[in-house]
């Protein structure tokens, strides 16, 4: 039953359990972001508001308001369930580190992934290190499976103890006088506000999914147009895993080798419609 336009406000429970006051702009946003047209955003708002009661989940919204968008937005309904789709690359973590430093080669950085740097104390292996003119940046990546998880202080703590070791090390090499140096933590979810306190005051560059607000990991991959294949909703998810485990991570790897997918066994009706799916995701790209 419909309450939102009753005097009392709906709460809605998110994933961390928390329970606030549900506020249609916020789906709206998202439906936006995602490339959706007006006419499907009133309609998918129209449809969640009927179905609204108080105390229900973020997740039966969500994924509501995705059923109804892929119906009618295929293109959309994919770039929708980015931080889902983000989710999806695990379970081991390393399709996300890869995602992140392909990220960072978009925007002009030359990238290396697992590296494995000697510290002023002991040898430490890097997820990702990029280069560009005279900064380099050391990125440890923190992958969780479950959105309700965050990255508390300890991560942060451990992360920078870490990188203050690589930075004592690399002050002393001549190759690496003229750059300067940044480290990051990059999450696919959220940080406590202790870690986030931590990060400021130590100068440790984190980025979640929706902190720092220029900058968030979403708003780099709006920006960037680079979907993982997990975003995909007409391959199924033994085939996204077939694709992970090749190393293919990103939709634009696929586009441009569509023979790929007739490799783990995806032809006909389903080829045409996978491929008319990457296609939509590059023309319909809002920048």
């Known amino acids: 039953m419909n309450t939102s336009s009753n005097s009392s ?13 549900y506020r249609p702009e916020q789906l709206r946003r998202s439906l936006e972001r995602s490339g959706a047209g007006e006419e499907d955003i009133r309609f998918i708002l129209k449809k969640i508001d009927n179905m609204l009661y108080d105390g229900i989940t973020t997740k039966k919204i969500y994924r509501t308001a995705y059923d109804l968008l892929r119906k009618r937005s295929s293109h959309a ?3 929708y369930r980015l931080k889902q789709a983000i989710m999806d690359l695990g379970p081991t973590g390393y399709p996300f580190e ?10 002009g950085y ?12 002991v040898q430490h292996e890097v997820d990702v290190v990029a280069v560009k003119d005279h900064k380099k940046i050391m990125v440890e990546c923190k992958f969780h499976h479950d959105q309700g998880t965050r990255s508390d202080v300890k991560i942060p703590m451990y992360i920078h103890s870490r990188f203050d070791d690589i930075r004592k090390a690399l002050a002393r090499e001549p190759s690496e006088a003229d750059l300067s140096f940044e480290g990051w933590l990059v999450t696919n979810t959220r940080f406590t506000e202790d870690a986030l306190s931590f ?3 130590t100068g440790l560059h984190l980025v979640s999914w929706d902190y720092p607000g220029q900058g968030s990991l979403r708003e780099r991959i709006d920006l960037a147009g680079l979907y993982p294949v997990t975003c995909l909703h007409t ?17 634009r790897e696929l586009y441009a080798n569509i023979s790929l997918l007739t ?13 008319k799916e990457l296609g939509m995701l590059f ?3 809002k920048r």
């Open 77 to 79: 309904s994919g770039r």
């Open 235 to 251: 391959l199924t998810r033994r085939e996204k895993k077939q694709l992970l485990d090749q190393d293919i991570v990103m939709c």
């Open 263 to 275: 490799d783990i066994g995806v032809s006909g009706t389903r080829l045409i419609k996978t491929r």
């Open 98 to 107: 890869k995602f992140v430093g392909a990220l960072l080669s978009y925007q």
């Open 283 to 285: 023309t319909n790209q």
């Open 199 to 201: 990060g400021n005051c």
């Open 9 to 21: 406000p709906v709460h809605v429970i998110k994933q961390s359990g928390q329970r606030v006051i």
């Open 110 to 121: 030359r990238t290396e992934t697992d590296v494995i740097i000697a510290g002023k104390c």
